[in-house]
């Protein structure tokens, strides 16, 4: 009977499944108010000011809503503004504004965009970043022009040249997004044509993108002898995929000296698994020589394959003399095949001629092609990693933070009122990915009562283990990221929101306020009911809870404020006594001692009273079960809380024409997919994540959904009546790709540690170990006597 029991859902989808749809519902549509508050507050803003739309206008709006997420990852804000409802003066009034759109930048107007120019999604992306990049990305037209940037960049940082036939396409976003990434390391620059390609030996009727690295920073094995920096170029397609694997290529060693077999060195590690490596072997009496020769081929051969030098005077050495060089190719296997050369150059003439066959061969099983390249990096453990990864070079700046150490810890604790404290680790993905939104959270904080701080927990580790010769406030920290708040002489308290800059910011923001707050006149009950306590959180409604009581002695006063102190930065929460309590409670009707909860979502309707708790933990599920939506629509964020419940779900998926709520579940239609098997027709009724089993039912399509026909489906499922329609999956997390499966790569490198085993044969081992035990036990008392015994 438990699952009889239901919690009920509503999912919102996009009808029409994964068609496009010709509207700009999603576009966010700024209201005049709406767009200057966002001007004042110096955000970067992407705004096209709508008048009549025309079909033309219709398709640019339509990109424009898919350049708004990308943007975002840019720090950008894109919407509309509709001039029709409320004028914008300057941008509503005149015939230019119609084909136009605005970036603004610090407060006013940056740059004005023709339509002709933004197009579709890449032309977006890419014009706009390159407007906001036109002092970190230089543009050279001749070879003098480039020789002069050479010259600036000569010992201070190396080029990165990109040449697009024309701005606004795919390879000039990709030139531009790792711009965005790469800017503080490299200095980039654009071509899109003129003399300086024939410097660079490009056909100007080339219908190709291009890639050049320049080598201009100082580096002991660089040869600076001539007034040019010496240059690689890209070989594969220009996507943002393969410029980030090529910088990475260009940060490798030139030349690697190894002491081992080639047959015994390790393949490429991430992130240069698809690169090959090439061999040389080197004598003591021609070491210095060797090691001439192999940085001169090591050159040639750079963005290409790694080269290493094998010293043969190490015992580990068993390459017969005959062979001078050796290679090994990726993906094909760990062979390393030896050859005997008479030239250098018949190792540059292997790799190229593999590259060409890699060109004209579609399907070759060589090494992985773009698209496949593409398809491993998505994979790389999960989209969080992949985005760390491809940003890595990125190191966000720390400044607006304070970085605590065991030394300082205590110190910097005690001299703020509310330390916000981040614990991460620099090589969990996650961990760096919120760490973006941390400081931009510090950034919006700079100059209030809060100090914004990190501890890298992969270098102090004692201070992350709250192990000190002083008192820590807080347990050893076990997850990562992990973001505690801190006050002096006070517990810590956990965050346990959303990993986002704006859940984080409203969370502090609320956790400023008393808790609970102290409410000794009639203004401020009503204050403390109505408006919030900043004005950054205007438009956000909070849930309240308010406690009455009698006195403030009244022995449920303690569990209130222990509850409430729990509740700090969810909600708000209030506290009445006295006199004015009893003048409220006769008011409205109730009676003393009183619990009162403000669920956000229930406006207009009388609070839920909670019944008498004997506990500040009981009182606390009281509070959450009461803030429950009773059909709420299913997000990330309050999934956990209804799962926690122990009831099956019954779950509303329900079309765009069926919405009456407005809300919107993006992974909607991928959960009912995955359920079951395919598409049903919307809407649709599921029950599912039953305690007694992983069976999934389906409601029979096309009929009508009223009470009386659901109460029946259900109580046949509870009879036995109705066939599944599908099963949960299982929780099985395997690796996305064969490099992430580390327990299989350590059974290979040690074949005698404990090989990785199939549920079935784990338990085959356990029926062998009991038996063995039961066997045991009728040998001696020894064993019962000695827990250390050896079975």
Known sequence: MMWMCVAVFLLWLRSGGCTEKANTSELIEYTAADFYEKLHSGKMMFIYFEHQVSPTIS????????????LQDYGVLVGKVN???????????????????????????????????VFDVNSIVSEVLFAILREEVKYVHTDTDLLAMEK????????????????????????????????????????????VLKHLGVDESSPSSQVWFLHCRVHSKLPLSSERCP???????????????????????????????????????????????????????????????????????????????????????????????????????????YLTLNDHDEVLELFTNQEKEEEDEEGDEGWLEDDEVDSHFAKLDDEIAASVYENRGNLPDMDSITQLTTDNFHTAISQSSLTVALFYLKWDAVSMAFLSSFIEVAERLEGSEVQMSAVDCGEWTDLCAAQSSLPIPFQPITAFPCVLL???????????????????????????????????????????????????????????????????????????????????????????????????????????????????????????????????????????????????????ENLPSFLSLGKALLLLFVGEDEDEI????????????????????????????????????????NTPIVASSVLQWLQRIQGGAVSAAGMLGEDSWPPAVEFLDFLKIMDIQEPDSAQQQTPEEEEEEEDSKEEDVDDSSSHSDTFHNNPHSEL
């Open 59 to 70: 398709l640019f709006l339509l990109e424009l809503e898919k350049s708004a997420d990308a």
């Open 662 to 701: 407005g809300g919107r579940t993006p992974a909607g239609m991928s959960v009912l997919g995955s359920y079951l098997g395919s598409m049903p027709p919307l809407p649709a009724l599921v029950l599912t994540h039953l305690p007694s089993g992983d069976e999934i039912y389906q409601f029979p399509p």
């Open 486 to 636: 801190l006050r002096p002489k006070e517990p810590a308290q956990l965050y346990r929101g959303m990993l986002g800059s704006e859940a984080l910011h409203r969370f502090i923001l609320l956790s400023l306020q008393a808790s609970p707050v102290l409410l000794s006149t009639k203004e401020e009950v009503t204050s403390f009911l109505q408006e919030v306590p900043h004005p950054e959180l205007a438009g956000y409604h909070p849930d309240r809870v308010m406690g009455l009581f009698k006195t403030q002695l009244h022995t449920g006063v303690s569990l209130f404020t222990e509850a409430a102190k729990s509740l700090r930065g969810e909600m708000l929460t209030g506290l009445l006594t006295n006199g004015l309590a009893e003048k409220w409670a006769a008011e409205h009707s109730m009676e003393l001692p009183a619990v009162l909860v403000f669920p956000s979502w229930r406006a207009h309707t009388p609070p839920s009273t909670l019944p008498a708790s004997i506990s500040s933990e009981e009182l606390l599920t009281h509070i959450h079960s009461a803030l429950l939506h009773p059909l709420p629509e299913l997000t990330v």
């Open 152 to 195: 600036a960049a000569r010992g201070k940082k190396d080029i990165v040249l990109g040449y697009v036939r024309s701005l606004g396409t795919q390879e000039h976003r990709s030139m531009m997004e790792t711009a965005y990434v790469y800017g503080s390391k490299y200095q980039f620059i654009l071509i899109t044509g003129g003399p």
């Open 83 to 117: 001039c029709d409802k409320k004028l914008v003066q300057a941008y509503c009034t005149q015939e230019r504004e119609r084909h136009t759109a605005f970036l603004f930048r610090g407060g006013k107007e940056f740059l004005g965009f023709d339509l002709d120019t």
């Open 231 to 337: 240059l690689t170029r890209m070989r594969k397609p220009l996507s943002t995929l393969s410029l980030h694997s090529f910088l990475q290529l260009m940060e490798a060693p030139l030349v690697s000296e190894v002491y081992d077999d080639p047959s015994s060195v390790q393949p490429p590690q991430f992130p240069y698994q698809q690169t090959p490596q090439v061999f040389l072997f080197s004598r003591p009496a021609t070491k210095q020589q060797d090691l001439d020769t192999a940085t001169a081929l090591a050159w040639r051969l750079r963005g290409l394959a790694l080269l290493l030098l094998v010293h043969r005077q190490s015992p580990a050495v068993k390459t017969p003399d005959e062979y001078n060089a050796a290679y090994r190719l990726p993906e094909k296997s760990s062979e390393v095949k």
